[in-house]
């Protein structure tokens, strides 16, 4: 099914709400579907792959196209379909059945590198088509799961204007940990290049809204945390989620407080205050600061409605 493709031209990503919580919810249980769009998560990702036998796939690619329609257009969570892995024309009639109205964009597992990313962008370009969809409106978030896509991380990033996330993903006995052969730990030690080393290809590769997972110890919110502020604190702006209970401890992880954004108001009106007068730097609240930290600031304002 996959074939040779060349990689898409860079250029300008389409302008999207910030994600910082994409919550898996099984293509196989429709009952649960409106019950995940309305966790409070940034974004939910209805599993057509892992989360679904064989002979309940065609159920449940009909059942995501319908939700796709009846939820898609719910206020404040964006609404993904997480299509079968590229071996199988299976991907293909996933794509076609769910680009429709309602629908934010395709999560592609079993990634091998940037082709495979360069072929979704077309089948999206044919469907958005067929859909009557504006051309280049569907996101693409491309699942790093094997070592090649892994090495790879920066060209599958830069590989489609489409890709809006992306990152190492670190779940205990996962595709990941298969594939690379570490022992899982809950501080997460034995990831942390790996995680820092696909955010850095992410960034430089454009990606607007680089995320991590999962945490898959479904009671330990309180380790969920911790691995969370830990993929804050390296620079990831969300992660994957597969229980609602994870959602407001990830989204609060993710999240700037009141005090943090206060504290950039501040800085933000003494350096326009220092431009003023002339100056490209200024001392505030102790520290110095100049244009790079200013642009930090009102970065962090726009993004997350602060300004």
């Known amino acids: 099914m996959r074939e040779p493709s060349e990689v898409a031209?860079?250029?300008?990503?389409?302008?999207?709400?910030?994600?910082?919580?994409?919550?898996?919810?099984?293509?196989?249980?429709?009952?649960?579907?409106?019950?995940?769009?309305?966790?409070?998560?940034?974004?939910?990702?209805?599993?057509?792959?892992?989360?679904?036998?064989?002979?309940?796939?065609?159920?449940?690619?009909?059942?995501?196209a319908e939700a796709v329609t009846a939820l898609g257009s719910a206020p404040g969570c964006a609404l993904f379909v997480r299509i079968n892995a590229l071996e199988s024309w299976a991907a293909a009639e996933d794509v076609r059945a769910v680009v429709r109205p309602g629908l934010a964009g395709i999560v592609l597992p079993k990634v091998s590198g940037p082709a495979d990313v360069a072929l979704l962008d077309r089948w999206l370009g044919w469907s958005e088509a067929e859909a009557g969809l504006p051309a280049g409106g569907l996101a693409i978030v491309p699942v790093l799961e094997t070592a090649s896509a892994l090495r790879a991380a920066h060209e599958v990033g830069a590989a489609s204007r489409r890709v809006m996330c992306l990152g190492a993903l670190s779940a205990r006995d996962g595709d990941v940990q298969r594939a690379v052969g570490f022992r899982w730990t809950a501080e997460g030690a034995e990831t942390l290049s790996l995680r820092s080393r696909a955010l850095l290809d992410a960034r430089a590769a454009g990606t607007p809204n680089p995320v991590t997972g999962l945490w898959t110890a479904i009671g330990d919110l309180e380790g969920l945390r911790r691995f969370a502020e830990q993929n804050r604190d390296l620079g990831y702006e969300g992660m994957m989620a597969i229980h609602p209970s994870h959602v407001p401890v990830v989204n609060a992880v993710f999240s700037p407080t009141e005090e943090e954004l206060d504290r950039d108001r501040r800085l933000v009106g003494r350096m326009e205050r220092a431009q003023a007068a002339g100056t490209g730097a200024a001392v505030f609240e102790g520290a110095m600061v100049d244009e790079a930290m200013l642009a930090s600031a009102r970065a962090r304002l726009a993004r997350y409605g602060g300004a």
Do not use: H, N, Q, T
């Open 9 to 64: 031209p860079a250029g300008p990503r389409a302008a999207r709400e910030p994600i910082r919580s994409m919550l898996f919810v099984p293509g196989s249980r429709p009952d649960r579907f409106a019950k995940a769009v309305a966790s409070g998560a940034d974004a939910v990702i209805i599993d057509l792959e892992d989360a679904v036998a064989d002979d309940g796939k065609v159920r449940a690619r009909r059942d995501a």
